[in-house]
């Protein structure tokens, strides 16, 4: 009988120490969530991979910290690292570390994927440049939004892991109503609202049109009432203030107050509530 022994040419199992913070918890299993926890590897495998390996997508991360220094995505894991991880700082003054975004996107254009045609709408309704398609493919909503600096809007998880990824959002609700307030209070538009300018149905910005313009164009009832107009440049559809105007402001009304009342989140690097 022979006694079992390790084998020496074994790869060596290192363990790093990994610590998310805020809303990247939601990628985590209850049990990693909001506690430091040890992740054992082989090798030196790159932190972006070993985050990929984790389940939380590069996209929505914007701060990285190996024992308290920032380093990017390239860092390869030596051991015993205590790693904390950061999502994006839209509303706070990180200095001079290293972010691991170039920059935000304070335009605020989007993407949207095929499973949130509602919110990109309701978007559109808000005034914000909302790109969507009920046909695009994985590899055209990551391309465009590198084209045209867009950040892109998604329920699925697996569009954020893309490498060329760099500005990327998992929505978390699936009510339509929470999800405007969710993508408002992430990338802090509070104040870019501009109910009424761009076009739900094509994304276009609307230019007003002279009454006289729109005769025979709307409904005998809604020309005699009203007297502003704004025409769709793209596909023609005109727009006024109706019934169905007024019902819209009553809820960008509450969601104002909705967002008024939530206030703004702060975001601690120093390891602070979350």
Known sequence: MSLSREDPHAALVR??????????????????????FAYGFKGRPSIKNTLAALGVPHAEIDLLLVDGRSVDFNYRLQGQ????????????????????????????????????????????????????????????IVALSLAEQ???????????????????????????????????????LEHKLAPFSRCPLCNTVLQAIDKAEVRGRVPPGAFGCYEAYKECPRCRKIYWQGSHYRQICRRIAALRASLHSAGARPQDVNGGKD
């Open 15 to 36: 363990t790093s120490f990994f610590r998310f913070y805020e809303e990247l918890n939601d990628f985590l299993p209850l049990a990693r969530r909001r506690v430091s």
């Open 81 to 140: 690292e205590h790693v904390s991880v950061y999502p994006m700082f839209e509303c706070f003054d990180i200095g001079a570390i290293t972010r691991l975004k170039h920059r935000p996107l304070r335009d605020s254009k989007f993407i949207v994927d095929v499973n949130l045609g509602k919110l990109a709408t309701q978007l559109r309704l808000l005034g914000f440049d909302s790109l969507y398609r009920s046909d695009f493919a994985d590899r055209e």
């Open 150 to 188: 867009r950040i892109i809007l998604t329920r699925d998880k697996g569009i954020l892991h893309y490498n060329s990824v760099s500005h990327g959002y998992w929505v978390r609700s699936t009510d339509v109503r929470v999800q405007i307030q969710e993508v408002i209070e992430r990338f802090q």
